[in-house]
């Protein structure tokens, strides 16, 4: 797969990056060698492995379910939020 200046642009957009023009070449060679690393996996024979959903014996352990009201973690997460309302994000849209 090629990665062009186009496809660069669109992903700094979506990512709210700021990438210069001098680093979009390398960039892209990266993208591309990491695109061709996941094709190769996906020609990997694992129908003889079986599915492991995790390696703790036992299960995963669980926790208490308490709300961050509760624990007053609420207010000090949306404190640390550029804009929040009603003890929500507020983010930029990002789909046109």
Known sequence: MTI???????L???SSLT????????????????VTFVENLN???VSHVDATFTTIEG???LRKDNSFKEDGLSDRI????PKSADNHFIVPTIIE
């Open 43 to 45: 020609e990997i024979d």
């Open 4 to 10: 062009d200046n186009t496809t660069i642009d669109k």
């Open 78 to 81: 949306m404190s640390n939020a």
């Open 19 to 34: 990438i210069e023009d001098d680093r979009k070449e390398a960039l892209g060679k990266e993208l591309e060698d990491i």
């Open 59 to 61: 299960g995963q352990p």
């Open 12 to 14: 700094a957009k979506l």
